[in-house]
């Protein structure tokens, strides 16, 4: 694992892009998966504005939504298919061949988790990965406590997710579950950013990079990716001392 600073949100969010940008590039057959939410907000805007204008051809990625509330349909506009649809693939066209989400509102969960692991199989394992962390640590609803090795999985909501979450939602909203990629995709993964920025982050980022290696923490896993990479901004990076 590599810890990479920036200055601030605008370029650690550039670098994030032109990083995913350029690996289409070397294998256009690429196979993406990203977070939703603030954190990646900006380099998903990016991204768009930097393969349009470059003219990259994306025409054959694939991309693997990390996660979704359970029971949150796809129209909620605090839902993680609505941050993808509206952020990437309407604006770059991707038809639905091209994406894979986890579907929160299936009869049979376990077998949808089923199904996007024999996905991921399918094409190889995931080639590069974008996820944020959560004030508890979390990747996705990787919470607390989650295997390292545990595959996609419904997760029971940490009381910090359901709190931290409602930032989403126009209204109070209630989360119980998710359903998300699990930490043992994001260890096969051959390249995997973990982004924070903010101060708010500083002490998850100290823990992640720093502290012990511990399932209780689960972004600390971090630490063991070969080619992980923890890139934050200035703020976010204060409280490291290495």
């Given at each position: 694992?590599?810890?990479l600073?920036?200055s601030?949100?605008?370029?650690l969010?550039?670098?994030a892009?032109?990083?995913i940008?350029q690996?289409?590039?070397?294998k256009?057959?690429?196979t993406?998966?990203l977070?939703?939410?603030?954190?990646?907000?900006?380099?998903?805007?990016?991204?768009?504005k930097?393969?349009?204008?470059?003219?990259?051809?994306y025409s054959r990625?694939?991309?693997f939504?990390?996660?979704?509330?359970?029971?949150?349909?796809?129209?909620?506009?605090?839902?993680?298919?609505?941050?993808?649809?509206?952020k990437?693939?309407?604006?770059l066209q991707?038809?639905?061949?091209?994406?894979?989400?986890?579907?929160?509102?299936?009869?049979?969960?376990?077998?949808?988790?089923?199904?996007?692991?024999?996905?991921i199989?399918?094409?190889?394992?995931?080639?590069?990965?974008l996820?944020?962390?959560?004030?508890?640590?979390?990747?996705?609803?990787?919470e607390?406590?989650t295997?390292?090795?545990?595959?996609?999985?419904?997760?029971?909501?940490d009381?910090?997710?359901?709190?931290?979450?409602?930032?989403?939602?126009?209204e109070?909203t209630?989360?119980?579950?998710?359903?998300?990629?699990?930490l043992?995709?994001?260890m096969?993964?051959?390249k995997?950013?973990l982004?924070?920025?903010?101060?708010?982050?500083a002490?998850?980022i100290?823990?992640?990079?720093?502290?012990?290696?511990?399932?209780?923490?689960p972004?600390?896993?971090?630490?063991?990716?070969?080619?992980g990479f923890?890139?934050?901004?200035?703020e976010?990076?204060s409280?490291?001392?290495?």
């Amino acid at each position: 694992m590599k810890t990479l600073r920036f200055s601030n949100y605008e370029e650690l969010s550039a670098y994030a892009a032109n990083e995913i940008v350029q690996s289409i590039k070397e294998k256009p057959t690429l196979t993406l998966c990203l977070a939703s939410g603030h954190t990646p907000l900006r380099t998903a805007e990016l991204l768009v504005k930097q393969l349009l204008d470059e003219k990259v051809d994306y025409s054959r990625i694939s991309f693997f939504g990390l996660d979704e509330w359970v029971g949150l349909p796809p129209e909620n506009e605090g839902s993680c298919f609505y941050f993808f649809k509206t952020k990437l693939f309407e604006p770059l066209q991707l038809p639905p061949s091209q994406y894979h989400l986890l579907n929160a509102m299936a009869e049979d969960l376990d077998a949808e988790c089923k199904k996007m692991d024999a996905l991921i199989d399918d094409k190889g394992g995931i080639d590069v990965m974008l996820v944020g962390i959560g004030m508890n640590g979390h990747i996705g609803f990787n919470e607390p406590g989650t295997p390292f090795n545990k595959f996609c999985h419904i997760a029971e909501l940490d009381d910090t997710t359901k709190t931290v979450g409602q930032k989403y939602f126009k209204e109070q909203t209630a989360l119980h579950q998710g359903i998300t990629i699990g930490l043992g995709h994001l260890m096969n993964a051959k390249k995997v950013f973990l982004k924070a920025d903010g101060k708010r982050k500083a002490e998850v980022i100290q823990k992640t990079v720093e502290g012990d290696i511990t399932e209780s923490f689960p972004a600390s896993i971090m630490q063991q990716h070969a080619n992980g990479f923890v890139i934050v901004d200035e703020e976010a990076a204060s409280l490291l001392t290495k």
